[in-house]
């Protein structure tokens, strides 16, 4: 599998609007964005709102329904394209957010330890808003090549921007890598998708007294998710919906989606250096991936051509879901100056008929080499080296007291938005009332 020098890395990342996915439809499109030259060595799936509030805040087997129909979504993608079978390798859930690995069983020996972190940057620091990290150590004959895959979710709305940069920017301060729990590789598959270690992982203490966050010198690193950046500042009025983009081949068309793109808030905050520093993210050739109606997203059943755009006229159709990567560090170019990352493919995947958003798909081959750290002193200016935020010295303390608030607002969302915890707290409540009948019963006695 890993051949000629390459790893061949598949990212997706996909807004799941908290409903569980129809694996048929999700496998058929992955496969579809499988390279045409062969089936990748790694597939990592970035996912946000992955469930509903409750099932996501209090995680463990409430969320196994969601992470199974993934599981089976990528078997299948595998079988359609391929023989290849995938080995599940680590999911991990900050609230809302999650993140799956899977990798080639023929290369999946290689996998010499995996780290993991999160963070929340939602309301009180709660994971509805937030990024998990999955750190591999992969071996390459008698080194190791370290690759960080991140999903993110930060805040939404056209007007929320100053607020996405602040979610970036807490991101990279409180995202800290801790080893994974050993036992993780001796699981069986079902109970690797439903393995939820974050208090005993994530809040652990760090056996390494210099804790490592998104950026270091040794690590590739994609991040990708729903960012959330817009193509307005402002909503849009009645009369902005006429000049929403529809297909047409034509650039010249007001109607072309380029014209939007013109816009687009994370270009221009990349260019003034205030987020996702350093990150660079191939050409967009698709059209906007947000936001989609509930008309669409009904034709999505039977239509993946989607031969007309309908967009929900509250919200500026924006590329809110993105992926993006470091290139190789120019210390290692300096010596092997073809030593580059490669772009397979970048674009938009069908619009699924349980979200808004449409899935977006990144196939990278990346040098089967390790990241060697620079000489110290040097490349001082690289964000590997120097990233743009220090690390929060409190952040293990942070994330301790938001996972706690996590967990209360779980079962309070549990006892009153669930069918079953809305009869459990009628049972309770039956119980109590026949206990307190029977107690005076007794007492009149």
């Known amino acids: ?40 060595d790694i597939i990592v799936l970035c996912l946000q709102e992955v469930a509903p509030i409750a099932y996501s805040f209090l995680g463990g087997s409430y969320l196994v329904p969601y992470f199974v129909l993934f599981h089976n979504a990528v078997a299948l993608a595998a079988r359609v394209r391929s023989s290849t079978h995938y080995h599940h390798v680590i999911t991990r859930n900050v609230g809302m957010t999650a993140c799956m690995v899977f990798i080639s069983e023929e290369i999946s020996k290689n996998v010499r330890w995996i780290e993991m972190g999160g963070v929340g940057v939602g309301m009180h620091e709660m994971g509805n808003k937030g990024a998990v990290g999955l750190r591999l150590g992969y071996a390459v004959a008698e080194d190791v090549m370290e690759l960080t895959f991140v999903a993110a979710h930060l805040a939404p709305m056209e007007d929320a921007l100053r607020r996405r940069n602040e979610d970036w920017m807490n991101i990279v301060r409180g995202l800290v890598f801790t080893p994974a729990n050993d036992r993780t590789s001796t699981k069986a598959p079902q109970q690797r998708v439903t393995s939820n270690e974050e208090s005993e992982e994530l809040l652990a203490e760090h056996r390494d007294s210099h804790p490592r966050g998104i950026y270091t010198a040794a690590s590739h690193l994609i991040i990708a998710g729903d960012l959330n950046y817009r193509t307005a500042d402002t909503s849009p009025s ?56 509930k008309k669409a997203q009904l034709r999505a059943e039977s239509d993946d051509s989607m031969s007309t755009w309908e967009w929900a006229k509250h919200r500026w159709p924006s590329w809110c879901d993105r992926i993006l990567w470091l ?72 994330r301790r007291v938001a996972r706690r608030k996590e967990v209360f607002v779980g079962l309070l969302a549990y006892v009153s938005l669930t069918w079953e915890g809305r009869g459990i707290f009628l049972a309770l409540v ?16």
């Not at 816009?263 to 660079?280: I, K, P």
């Not at 081959?365 to 935020?389: C, T």
């Open 327 to 398: 290139d190789m560090p120019p210390w290692m170019k300096t010596g092997l100056p073809n030593a580059g990352i490669e772009v397979e493919k970048y674009d938009a995947l069908p619009l699924n008929p349980t979200s808004d958003h449409r899935p977006v798909v990144l196939g990278l081959r990346i040098p089967l080499m390790a990241v060697s750290a620079p000489k110290n002193g040097e490349w001082e200016d690289d964000v590997r080296v120097n990233p743009p935020f220090e690390i929060d010295p409190m952040w293990r303390d942070r």
């Open 238 to 293: 009645p009369s902005d919906t006429l000049a929403y983009p529809q297909p047409t081949s034509s650039l010249t068309s007001p109607h072309h989606y380029s014209h939007l793109f013109h816009n687009d808030q994370l270009s221009r905050e990349q260019d003034a250096g205030r987020t996702l520093h350093g990150l660079v993210e191939a050409p967009i050739k698709f059209p906007p991936t947000y936001k989609y109606s």
């Open 1 to 40: 599998m890993a051949s000629m020098g390459n790893l061949q890395v598949l990212t997706v990342t996909f807004n799941c609007g908290r409903e569980l996915i129809r694996p048929k439809v999700f496998g058929r499109h992955l496969s579809d964005a499988f390279p045409d030259s062969q089936s990748p």
């Open 430 to 445: 039956i119980g109590a009332f026949g206990g307190w009948a029977i107690v005076r019963s007794i007492l009149e006695v």
